[in-house]
């Protein structure tokens, strides 16, 4: 006998420890409710220890090991210099960049006393500083640009200026376009005066009035980029020891804008984003996210156990053994890390994936000898002693799966190895124990065979064992060409795309990342003396991938004798600052008429049939004042809306007027007229200067991601920040995960060699789980699927679902048939046991469980549930389908040495 379990000694230790598992199970039979009373007070004091004692830590730090090479660089840069990744960024929309400036300087201005919550408050491009000398920061060109835009506007802000009323505005604006019928060279510019008097009687139609910035036309569209867009950047005061250390900042940011009036009301959009506010939404939604889907887990679980046992005693047993099993390993997580990160909370769900695998199988085999003929006592003596070993070696190659991600540099995952490969030993010993002793305690039919075994064994057996060799053929082949795919999968460092595309912060961190000024993933390096910075900034700029390398010094303008020049001469076109008064009203009819004059000016044919442009402002101009001369009509309260309408038009322009008087006197700036806060973000006290690399191109895309970085580590290798760390970070990940799957392997390889002592029934094992895993790596190349930080989990549990079930298999194929092959084909006797059937619920409860996952409308789960789902179904295939191939070629193999 010993010869039939695959050598003597394989023989040998799974007899004895068959024998052990005997007499304890019998043990726990015999006192079924001590156990239990006993089991009931350990699960409540770990409970209460796991709910006080077990935390999470969301800080990046916490996922991966310090001592990596561009981890250090980073820290060594955060130690002098701010770092984006540490910061929120609050995104401020507006339809002016006025209004957009004027709301970042108010809620800055306001966040900035709460020192409690912000310990740094930065609005790039802000303050008194830039709105004096805003003008020195444009091109010649622009400049010159914008002394002719003044010239050709100059006797309209003149007039304007003069006398601000709405009937003397009207009357301005007919006169000029009569004037350009015979000067058709100044209809371009008054066609942005159109627009903006579209504008005005917009939002007093809409009930929201609201001043217009003439100076804004003259000037801020002379400007690069989105300026209707402004940034703010807090360094806020975390506590990284809450679930989510952001919401009270992100509250207080949400609240202060919503005391300030910045809201859609006021034109203005106030989002928050960053990688805190990323983390902190994320976290609110994978909570919800997870809590439906581990209770849909459950009710699966229950459902898929109850359709394959036909027995609630089995059913109930098993998920007692399972919420025993997950109280005490979430109590060894509290004990041995403390604090759950990103990556190791999601131990409970691969706990419950994995877990409930032993209870399958003890359920399955229990319910087939009570069907037999046995009492509970003998079922459950055999039970233990037929399935029992191999589901102590499946615990331990399970276990060593994920033990082996423990000396890993990621640490995230080395903490999930950890507590997931304790959690599979206790899930063990819980269906040892706890489960055996649910069932001695409690009376209840076992239920009927399930319905679908004959047309399982039947499909099984039709495919494997008549066509054998076809099918070790077609999965040779299959393997050769998911070989070849393979090395098409990529690694998506992205971490935006696996948030939910329709939050607040999300959609903030794409509109900041499509545009190279606002992009968050920038680079940082550091040199010893600004000279130094600004020579490497320099060798960074003739890099293609490099749209700007930006030290303190490019903060002071160039060319600024011949700026300063221009400016004096554009004095000579702005007016004096008008006063704050108005002139006395004029009649409601000559107020009214005097827009209808407007209105009829505005559509005149040689306006409308000129240039496109043109003619689109003119016409829309003289639509939104017919509307609001309509409007009027049917109102009694008409002067307070002619009033709303005035004052939206010119009530801001003595502060305008003011503002770009401030601009054209601009003086010249030094490198120590630079503002303290944004020195500090460049230099250093001991003099270390800093650059900040901006990129050419978007890197939502990979490769453009991929080529940036290492172009500019080319010239800079200890360039860090956030685009340095994430994309190191996502390699370390890969890395890790390779090397540690391969010892994975390895050491079940190893495991399964000193037990059973048998390369053939260890390849047994192997082969259909590297099959499995080779398809499941080239289908997600063919699908376009990637692996990122959230469907990578799916290989260590693809590693522990195959592995248990391939055990599973090789066990009862062993203890039925040992080596010999008399009797019935053993691949055909295997496929009609209540194992074959448990490695089937066993799938479907995996495929459950987290098969769910691929329905969620978060991108990171959905990808999870998807490449999890096409995992189980390969493994399952390579299980049922190619191993009994491979043990018929076996036999047959044994059958022609005999002859």
Not at 49 to 55: D, I, K, M, N, S
Not at 325 to 346: D, E, Q, Y
Not at 501 to 521: G, I, K, N, R
């Amino acid at each position: 006998m010993p010869e039939e379990q695959g050598g003597p000694e394989g023989g040998r230790v799974d007899d004895r420890l068959s024998r052990a598992l005997v007499v304890w199970v019998d043990g726990v039979r015999r006192h079924a409710r001590a156990v239990l009373a006993a089991t009931a007070l350990v699960s409540v004091a770990l409970a209460g220890y796991a709910a006080t004692h077990l935390g999470i830590n969301t800080h990046h730090s916490a996922v991966l090991d310090e001592g990596l090479p561009f981890w250090e660089d980073y820290q060594a840069f955060a130690e002098f210099f701010p770092i984006l990744d540490e910061a929120l960024l609050v995104v401020i929309d507006a339809e002016t960049p006025r209004r957009a400036q004027d709301a970042a300087d108010a809620l800055a201005a306001r966040l900035a006393l709460q020192t409690d919550l912000f310990e740094r408050v930065y609005v790039p491009g802000g303050g008194d500083f830039f709105e004096q000398h805003a003008l020195l920061y444009l091109s010649v060109e622009e400049l010159e640009d914008l002394s002719d835009q003044l010239a050709s506007v100059q006797p309209l802000l003149a007039e304007v200026s003069r006398d601000r009323s709405l009937r003397n505005l009207a009357n301005v604006l007919r006169n000029g376009i009569e004037h350009a019928r015979t000067h058709p060279e100044a209809v371009g510019d008054m066609s942005l005066v159109f627009d903006s008097l579209s504008t005005a009687a917009a939002a007093v139609l809409e009930g929201r009035p609201r001043a217009i910035s003439w100076t804004e036309l003259l000037i801020e569209r002379t400007l690069p980029g989105d300026r209707a867009r402004r940034l703010i950047v807090l360094d806020p005061l975390f506590d990284y020891a809450s679930l989510l250390p952001g919401r009270r900042a992100i509250r207080a940011v949400r609240e202060t804008a919503a005391e300030l009036g910045l809201d859609a009301r006021a034109g203005v959009s106030v989002r928050v984003t960053g990688n805190v506010a990323l983390n902190t939404e994320e976290m609110v939604i994978v909570a919800r996210q997870s809590l439906l889907a581990a209770v849909g887990c459950f009710v699966l679980v229950g459902i898929v156990l109850f359709v394959a046992l036909r027995s609630w005693r089995i059913a109930i047993a098993i998920l007692g053994a399972l919420l025993v099993g997950l109280i005490a390993t979430a109590a060894f997580a509290a004990f041995a890390v403390g604090k759950l990160n990103v990556v190791s909370v999601a131990f409970a769900v691969l706990f419950i994936g994995l877990g409930v695998d032993f209870g399958i199988h003890l359920g399955m085999r229990f319910a087939e000898l009570v069907r037999a003929g046995d009492d509970d006592a003998q079922a459950l003596a055999e039970t233990a002693r037929s399935v029992g070993a191999s589901l102590v070696l499946c615990a331990a190659t399970t276990a060593m799966g994920f033990y082996v991600f423990i000396p890993t540099d990621f640490r995230a995952v080395a903490e999930l190895g950890l507590i997931s490969g304790t959690g599979m030993l206790f899930s063990l010993f819980c269906s040892l124990t706890v489960m055996p002793a649910i069932l001695a305690a409690t009376k209840g039919s076992v239920g009927r065979v399930w319905k679908g075994a004959p047309w399982f064994e039947r499909t099984l057996v039709g495919i494997a064992v008549r066509h054998p060799r076809n099918v070790r053929i077609a999965a040779a082949l299959l393997g050769l060409l998911a070989l070849v795919a393979i090395p098409g999968l990529r690694f998506d460092h992205n971490v935006s795309r696996l948030r939910d595309p329709e939050t607040e912060s999300v959609q903030a961190f794409e509109d900041l990342l499509a545009v190279s000024d606002t992009s968050p993933w920038t680079i940082d390096l550091m040199a010893p003396s600004l000279e130094e910075a600004a020579a490497t900034a320099e060798r960074l700029r003739q890099l293609d991938v490099v749209e700007r390398a930006i030290t303190l010094r490019d903060w002071v303008p160039t060319e600024q004798g011949e700026k300063l020049d221009l400016l004096a001469d554009m004095s000579l076109f702005v007016p004096p600052t008008p006063s704050g008064a108005t002139a006395p009203a004029a009649p409601l009819a000559d107020q009214i008429e005097a827009l209808r004059a407007l209105q009829e000016a505005l559509r005149s044919p040689w306006l409308l049939d000129g240039d496109a442009g043109r003619a689109a402002s003119a016409e829309r101009a003289a639509a939104h004042l017919e509307r609001f001369l309509a409007r009027l009509e049917t109102i009694d309260r008409k002067q307070e809306k002619l009033d709303q309408f005035e004052e939206s038009l010119t009530g801001a322009m003595p502060d305008q007027m003011q503002r770009l008087w401030r601009a054209i006197d601009a003086d010249e700036v030094t490198l120590a007229d630079l503002p303290e806060e944004l020195a500090t973000r460049f230099v250093a006290p001991d003099g270390r200067a800093r650059v900040q690399v901006l990129p050419s191109e978007n890197l939502g895309d990979l490769d453009a991601y991929a080529r940036f970085v290492e172009r500019v580590q080319s010239v800079a290798p200890h360039a860090t920040g956030s685009a340095v760390a994430l994309l190191f970070w996502g390699r370390a990940v890969v890395e890790s995960f390779r090397d540690a799957l391969g010892l994975a392997v390895l050491s079940v390889a190893t495991l399964l060699w000193v037990l059973w002592r048998r390369l053939s029934d260890m390849a047994l094992v192997l082969l259909p789980l590297l099959l499995a895993a080779a398809l499941t790596t080239a289908t997600a190349v063919v699908l376009g699927i990637d692996f990122n930080f959230a469907n990578v989990l799916v290989l260590p549990l693809l590693l522990g679902v195959g592995v248990d079930s391939g055990v599973h298999l090789v066990h009862r194929h062993r203890v039925a048939h040992g080596h010999e092959m008399d009797g019935p084909a053993p691949e055909v006797e295997l496929l009609g046991t209540s194992t074959a059937q448990a490695v089937l619920f066993s799938a479907l409860t995996t495929m459950g469980s987290f098969g769910s996952l691929a329905l969620s409308t978060h991108p990171g789960l959905a990808s999870l549930g998807r490449l999890l789902l096409i995992g189980v179904s390969y493994t399952l295939l390579c299980n049922l389908v190619v191993l009994p191939a491979l043990i018929a070629g076996k036999a047959e193999g044994r059958a022609r040495e005999r002859t």
